[in-house]
């Protein structure tokens, strides 16, 4: 019996050939802290194909690779790449130790356009962090105000991805250095994020209130219940204050918690080129920063600056078009 984040992953909950390598993936990955939550339901599936179809396969074949990459009628982009992943990781992890087995290539997945990133004003962050403050506090929900008006704050000021602040822990914090621990982002990376010392300052008296209701809580950014919140109740109650402000008729569109993320790079490109630093000597360390796998993501958000900085920086802007990353949101 093998042990995962608490539940356990019995040997012969797979009862395919690759069963036993099932198993041992699945191991490996938690041995090495890597969050598989909800992927595993991917691998049973997997192997109850492999079971019905494959019955005596002991080895990955592109022939039940392809069976498994195709896309179902009702499925979306983003479930159908989640799907495809965990296989492609698992064919990897026996070509690792040694054995064959066919990768699904990545230009498997057709990835949609991404939307265009709403890049708020400072006066509009100013807003939307009042409009948090003002939240009434319930005895139902007694941390409900405390959290939502710390998240925003974090998304902006550190460029965090909605899932790294519900997903950051008490215990990867060190709010008296004003550091937060990402473990396990996109792409399995972890990275510490430094905060501003008015940001720490905040966050720590967040902190303060929080442990008087919660003492022993889990997750920093916690419900009643100890637990995390989930995507859906984030969105939720960033909505109900979007709409309450009247953003669509004020802006035109309807921006998201994520884009408190493009506005963070984008505002810090303003201030860099607007205090004449080289962008091309400064773009790596946003790029380490915000958790970037790659330089061209972090290009991506060069062609959300407006034209009249062109002209301030000095840069070609053009030559950058080509490294447009399509960016991947997630929760």
Request: with cysteine; hydrophobic share 35%.
């Amino acid at each position: 019996m093998f042990q995962r984040h608490g539940k356990s992953i019995v040997k012969n909950k797979f009862k395919s050939g690759f069963a036993e390598r099932l198993c041992k993936f699945l191991a490996q990955k938690n041995a090495l802290g890597i969050l598989y939550n909800g992927f595993d339901r991917y691998l049973a599936g997997f192997d109850e194909m492999c079971s019905v179809h494959y019955p005596i396969a002991t080895v990955l074949t592109k022939e039940i690779c392809m069976e498994w990459a195709v896309k179902r009628p009702t499925e979306g982009n983003n479930t159908f790449r989640n799907r495809i992943s965990p296989i492609r990781e698992f064919a990897r992890f026996l070509v690792r130790n040694g054995e064959p087995a066919y990768i699904i290539p990545n230009g498997i997945i057709r990835k949609l356009p991404c939307p265009t990133p709403y890049i708020y004003t400072k006066e509009e962050v100013a807003k939307i962090w009042e409009a948090f403050d003002l939240i009434t506090p319930k005895s139902r929900y007694p941390t409900r105000h405390l959290v939502m008006s710390a998240i925003v704050r974090v998304l902006y000021c550190c460029g965090l991805r909605p899932g790294e602040a519900r997903n950051l822990k008490t215990a990867d914090t060190d709010l008296n250095n004003g550091r937060l621990f990402i473990r396990e982002s996109k792409g399995h990376n972890d990275r510490i994020v430094m905060m501003a010392e008015d940001v720490a300052d905040y966050i720590r008296s967040y902190d303060e209130k929080m442990r008087k209701i919660l003492p022993e809580r889990k997750w920093f950014f916690s419900n009643e219940n100890g637990d995390r919140y989930d995507p859906s109740w984030m969105n939720r109650n960033f909505n109900d204050i979007r709409n309450r402000m009247n953003f669509q008729a004020l802006c035109g569109v309807l921006p998201r918690l994520y884009d408190f993320r493009h506005t963070f790079a984008t505002h810090r490109l303003y201030e860099w080129l607007q205090d004449g630093r080289d962008l091309n000597a400064m773009l790596p360390y946003l790029s380490a920063y915000m958790g970037h796998a790659q330089l061209s993501d972090t290009y991506y958000y060069i062609h959300l600056v407006p034209g009249q900085y062109e002209a301030m920086s000095g840069l070609d802007f053009s030559k950058y078009n080509d490294l447009l990353p399509e960016v991947d949101y997630g929760d």
